[in-house]
């Protein structure tokens, strides 16, 4: 079964703290987002990777395909940062299927 | 670029009524979905549409939703009737070609039925 799953469900840090939130995921898969959901409800694709790491700004996201582990980091946190970060995979061709999230909350 | 397009924001509707929600893809995105996210749950896809063809429709509930991309372009999505546990945002997105290419969402609807 094609699961995806994301840890912590709910992450509170000061403001300028880095951030790691982790995604695991069951089986291979042919790619993996990293999204970003504001409290109005649209989303945002931060990153769409298959191997290895990618940066913007002060994003990270890195993936190991051996261990099925996916992180997204975010260096020198901002209050602007505060949302919930949704980690979705493709297994195969298929459809993606998504973590419940991580609401993050980043406190002045 | 203009992003994906959706209308309205928000609706709040009573059970068993009528409600129609609006996107307008980017432009040359041949492929578009429509997504239902619960609160506090990851967003399920409903409907995934190949041009004006349905891709797959296996997730969306047919005795009350329907979908459709005329031509090829915008697309509507209609409940009828409404119930109280369809109450969730729900968010277009599209992509140049399949479902291994990047998606781009839209703002989402948000739908509260009381």
């Known amino acids: 079964k094609n699961e995806v799953e994301q840890s912590p469900q709910n992450l509170t840090a000061q403001e300028g703290e880095f951030i790691t939130i982790n995604c695991s995921y069951s089986v291979g898969i042919s790619a993996l987002h990293w999204l970003q959901q504001h409290p109005g409800g649209g989303i945002v694709s931060l990153f769409m990777l298959s191997s290895g790491k990618k940066k913007h700004g002060r994003l990270i996201a890195t993936i190991n395909i051996q261990e099925k582990h996916s992180s997204l980091h975010i260096t020198a946190s901002h209050p602007r940062d505060s949302a919930v970060y949704i980690c979705a995979a493709h297994f195969g061709n298929e459809k993606l299927t998504f973590g419940t999230g991580t609401r993050l909350t980043i406190i002045p | 670029e203009a992003g994906v397009a959706q209308s309205p924001r928000y609706k709040i509707i009573e059970k068993r009524q009528s409600v129609a929600f609006w996107c307008n893809p980017i432009?040359?995105?041949?492929?578009l979905y429509w997504y239902q996210q619960i609160l506090g749950q990851g967003p399920k896809l409903l409907i995934q549409?190949?041009?004006?063809?349905?891709?797959?429709d296996s997730q969306l509930p047919k005795d009350r939703f329907s979908a459709e991309r005329l031509k090829g372009v915008d697309s509507t999505l209609k409940i009828q009737p409404a119930k109280l546990e369809d109450s969730a945002v729900y968010l277009c997105?599209?992509?140049?070609?399949?479902?291994?290419?990047?998606?781009?969402f839209g703002p989402g609807t948000r739908l509260t039925v009381t």
């Open positions: 549409f190949q041009n004006n063809g349905v891709v797959d």
């Open positions: 432009s040359g995105h041949a492929t």
């Open positions: 997105a599209s992509s140049t070609r399949g479902v291994s290419y990047e998606q781009y």
